[in-house]
Structure formats: C-alpha cells, structure tokens
C-alpha cells in the first residue's frame, strides 16, 4: 500500500506566531477558541488553563483550575462554552465557562473509564460525551443525566477517536493498529467494519465530513487516507515522518494535511497532488509495484542477485521542518 508524491518541499517555513510557556508536565491537549484570541490547555501537570492574548502580544492565563489527576484529553464546544476533560484515573469532567473567559464552573463528573482517557467529542445534537480509554473500550454517557448509555470494548487500547456527527459512527483507533467503524445508537452499538493497513498501534485519527475522508497516523510512521465516501476501498500510504506520527489536522479550505511527529517533526500534504493509488493488497512474495521479491523469499533474492537490496519510495510532504532544528526538507 503506497502513494507517491512527485512534488519537491518548498523554500517556505511555518512562521512561529507566539509561544505559551507555563505548564510544569507535557501538553496533552491545546483548542484554539474561535472567534478569540485565546487557547485552553490540559496538561500531565494537572492543570487546565485558559489563555488570552494580552495589549502586549503575550498570552496570560485567565483561568487557572487544578484537577485531582492528570488531564490525558480534552473537548471543547464553543456555542456552548463546555469543556469535557479526560483524566488519568478514568474519569471525564464536565465545566461551563463564563462569556468573558475568566470564570469556568464544574458541572458534573463522568465514570466513563476504569483507566486513562485517551479522547473526547461532544455531541450537543444527542447529549452525548463519547470517549475511548485504557480499559480497552469507548463509551458514551447522556450529559443530561450523567447515566452511562453503551460501551463497546476492543482487543487492546482504545487510543483515538472521530465521530460523524450525522450518522452517528464513531471511528476508533487502537495499539494493535486497527481501525474500528461503529455505528452508535442511544443503548447499543453495531460494528460496520474493521480497517487494517498499519504495522504499528494507531496515534491519531482525523475525519473530514464533507470528503469523508478519513486519515490515521500510526507508531509505523506512516499516515493513511481512506476513501470513505469512495465505497471503492481506495487508500493512500504517506510516508515522510522519521518518528510516531501523533497529530493530524486537515484543512478543507486549501486541501492540507497537517502532520507531526514525535521527534517534533511538522510536514504539510498537498492532497490535490497527483498521486498513485496504493495497489489492492495480495498475498504474495513478490512488490506488485516493482517485482523484486520481498526480503523473506531468500530463495528468489538469491536466485535473482537482489539479496540484501531494499525498495525505498520516494515520499515528500510539501513543506517539512523540526520543531528542534527548524527547517530540514526530507
């Protein structure tokens, strides 16, 4: 499975905006506020803070709110003003913030886990928070009642989640590296399908409604894009991070994908690029793309004197650079 992308990175370099200095322990979540110049955050360092830009260009938090455990995710739905945050011991808090964002107040507390959450979305149309853990399962909770309505549990670590918010099926990524479609209901669940194609447990899912696309970055490396809406099965392997990718984000308006990587790794995806579908995966010895043998047919490498050579293709994001070393095209 593989696409190929001709174009070379560009001289351009992302251009750093401002820098929020503060939490004692890693980010685990940072929201944009729209319409604000603001961010909120959750951090390892128990913290959840909310952060407005000042006359002096400089961000200061105007809200400061300490939890009993780790925050591991967050949500937030700004027509509304709540925020749901996930927590190392399992458990999701539900607060309501004030229209100046200088106040945020509790509103209740979700069991929805037995272990670390690892993902959030909120559905104001059901009044449903959804959510995948560490217990190996996703859940999804009435916000109204606070009662828990149906759990689905997986093989391993639930480690992502997306929802389609019209039909109601959840996307959900886990350490074995498979991909789950769930159609959820107000009691229940139905699984539509499973999605296999990484080597590595899946870090990040991203769905995009309008094209219903839907890409994941995985431990492996790589990042997929699924043809949902497509009916005809049709993917595409992006290759070009060095590390665990773990941060997806596309932009409908310019057809982006935004990657990073733990080695602090940021690239840009031109989607509108020409590309080479991935082949239809077969069984066999053998590159459906170049026919040399793979490297466990040590009878036909040998036989035909490619022992030892390694097929590489030539994968390039349009815009690549380090947080550590800024600009480094691949």
């Known amino acids: 499975m593989a696409a190929e992308i001709h174009s070379r990175p560009q001289s351009s370099r992302p251009v750093l905006l401002s820098k929020i200095e503060g939490h004692q322990d890693a980010v685990t979540a940072a929201l944009l506020i729209p319409k604000e110049d603001g961010v909120i955050t959750a951090s390892e360092d128990r913290t959840i803070r909310v ?8 961000y200061w938090p105007s809200i400061y709110h300490t939890m009993a455990s780790p925050c591991s995710a967050m949500a937030y739905h700004h027509d509304s003003r709540r925020i749901f945050v996930g927590q190392d011991n ?30 959030i979305i909120f559905s104001l149309a059901t009044e449903w928070v959804i959510s995948t853990g560490h217990d190996k399962c996703v859940s999804w909770m009435c916000t109204r009642s606070g009662n828990m309505l149906g759990r689905h549990f997986f093989t ?11 039909t ?29 194609g990484h080597e590595g447990s899946v870090a990040c899912l991203w769905w995009d409604p309008i094209q219903r696309l839907l890409f994941s970055g995985a431990s492996d490396n790589s990042i997929i894009m699924w043809d949902i809406g497509g009916r005809k099965g049709r993917t595409l392997l992006l290759q070009g991070h060095h590390d665990k990718v773990q941060s997806l984000c596309y932009l409908q308006l310019t057809r982006q994908l935004v990657s990073c990587s733990s080695d ?32 466990w047919n040590i009878k036909q490498m040998w036989d035909t004197k490619t022992l030892g050579l390694r097929q590489i293709w030539d994968m390039t994001p349009v815009v690549g650079c380090s947080l550590a070393t800024g600009f480094s095209p691949h």
């Open 90 to 119: 399992g458990a999701v808090m539900e607060f309501h913030v004030s229209e100046d964002f200088n106040k945020m107040n509790f509103i209740k507390t979700y069991p929805a886990h037995q272990n670390r959450v690892s993902a």
């Open 168 to 196: 109601q099926y959840a996307f959900v990524g886990d350490y074995s590296g498979q991909i789950t479609l769930l159609k959820l209901e107000q009691n229940t669940c139905s699984v539509i399908t499973t999605l296999k």
């Open 51 to 58: 952060w407005l830009k000042r006359d002096s260009g400089q």
């Open 156 to 166: 391993s670590w639930a480690s992502c989640l997306q929802y389609d918010f019209d």
């Open 264 to 295: 602090g790794g940021i690239a840009v995806w031109n989607m509108d690029v020409s590309r080479e579908e991935a082949p239809q995966w077969l069984e066999s010895d053998s590159c459906q793309k170049c026919e040399q043998p793979f490297f």
